[in-house]
Every structure is written in structure tokens, then in C-alpha cells.
């Protein structure tokens, strides 16, 4: 009886933690050709500069043109992050009996709501707004996966 009811439970904690863990992830990953950038030219123009304060001003400049003029870099973070969440939701919802789907939307809570709030207070992009229903899906697709395993071990009556 006891492992029927941690079988049918909601990991709230660990599927939000989860996704807390995902979103860095993926927004380091999204960083790294910026920083990559930013570490090339420090080390081609800073022995030769006068004003650091000039040559981090071009620095930050170049990075956020990069950013701006490539769309491809957001759309990397989203499907990185929408891989990874896909995982995680996976693992999370795996024991978790019927509540399965409910698990791995909500390890794709915190991508969605971060997303949303970046939209507002930031700026408002149409591949963000695309990215909120792809981390959704992720996490959806992570439990519905593991919906499909949980009633076959779940013995009927």
C-alpha cells in the first residue's frame, strides 16, 4: 500500500529544481560562443590597448551585434534547453505512477515562466513566444513517454 501511494505522487521540489538546473545549463551553453568572442579579442587587442575601458566597450559591443544579428543563437537555446528539459522530464516522471505528465510539465515550469518574464520586462521576440510552447511540449512529451510504461506496470484488476 505504501509504495502505491509514492507511486502516484507530484515531485514538486525535485521536477522544479530540475528545471531551475536545466534553464542554466542551457543559457551557459547559449553564452558560450559570446564568450568566446569576447576572450579572442581581449587577448588580439588588449596588449595593444591604450583605454581597457575603450576596448571592453567594443568587446560587449561586438558581443551584443553577434546576438542580435543571429537569431540562430536563441533558436540553439531553445531546442538545447528543450532536449534537456525532455530529459530531465523523463527521468522525473519515471516513478511517479499516474501523475506522470503533471511531473514533467513541471520540470518545464521554470523555462516557460522565465521565458515569460523575459518577454515582458525585456523585450517581446516571436521565437521566445515559440520557445514557451517547445519547453511545454518537452516536458509533456517527457511524462507522456513514461505515462505509456507506468500502466503497463500498474496491474489491473
Same mark, same amino acid.
Given at each position: 500500500?505504501?509504495?502505491e501511494?509514492?507511486?502516484?505522487?507530484?515531485?514538486?521540489?525535485?521536477?522544479?529544481v530540475?528545471?531551475?538546473?536545466?534553464?542554466? /545549463?542551457?543559457?551557459?551553453?547559449?553564452?558560450?560562443?559570446?564568450?568566446?568572442?569576447?576572450f579572442?579579442?581581449?587577448?588580439?587587442?588588449?596588449?595593444? %590597448?591604450?583605454?581597457?575601458? %575603450?576596448?571592453?566597450?567594443?568587446?560587449s559591443?561586438?558581443?551584443?551585434?553577434?546576438?542580435?544579428?543571429?537569431?540562430?543563437?536563441?533558436?540553439?537555446? /531553445?531546442?538545447?534547453?528543450?532536449?534537456?528539459?525532455?530529459?530531465?522530464?523523463?527521468?522525473?516522471?519515471?516513478?511517479?505512477?499516474?501523475?506522470?505528465?503533471?511531473?514533467?510539465?513541471?520540470? %518545464?515550469?521554470?523555462?516557460?515562466?522565465?521565458?515569460?518574464?523575459?518577454?515582458? *520586462?525585456?523585450?517581446?521576440?516571436?521565437?521566445? *513566444?515559440?520557445?514557451?510552447?517547445?519547453?511545454?511540449?518537452?516536458?509533456?512529451?517527457?511524462?507522456?513517454?513514461?505515462?505509456?510504461? %507506468?500502466?503497463?506496470?500498474?496491474?489491473?484488476?
Amino acid at each position: 500500500m505504501e509504495k502505491e501511494t509514492v507511486k502516484n505522487q507530484i515531485l514538486w521540489i525535485k521536477a522544479f529544481v530540475n528545471g531551475i538546473v536545466v534553464w542554466i /545549463i542551457g543559457y551557459i551553453i547559449y553564452l558560450v560562443p559570446g564568450l568566446t568572442v569576447g576572450f579572442k579579442m581581449g587577448f588580439e587587442l588588449g596588449p595593444n %590597448a591604450d583605454d581597457p575601458s %575603450a576596448l571592453s566597450k567594443q568587446i560587449s559591443e561586438t558581443i551584443s551585434q553577434m546576438y542580435q544579428a543571429n537569431h540562430w543563437y536563441i533558436i540553439g537555446f /531553445i531546442i538545447i534547453t528543450a532536449l534537456l528539459i525532455f530529459w530531465r522530464a523523463k527521468t522525473v516522471s519515471k516513478s511517479t505512477g499516474e501523475k506522470t505528465i503533471l511531473n514533467g510539465l513541471l520540470v %518545464a515550469s521554470f523555462p516557460v515562466l522565465f521565458t515569460l518574464l523575459f518577454i515582458f *520586462l525585456i523585450r517581446y521576440n516571436v521565437i521566445s *513566444l515559440i520557445g514557451i510552447f517547445v519547453f511545454a511540449g518537452a516536458g509533456y512529451m517527457g511524462g507522456y513517454l513514461n505515462k505509456s510504461k %507506468a500502466k503497463s506496470l500498474i496491474p489491473s484488476d
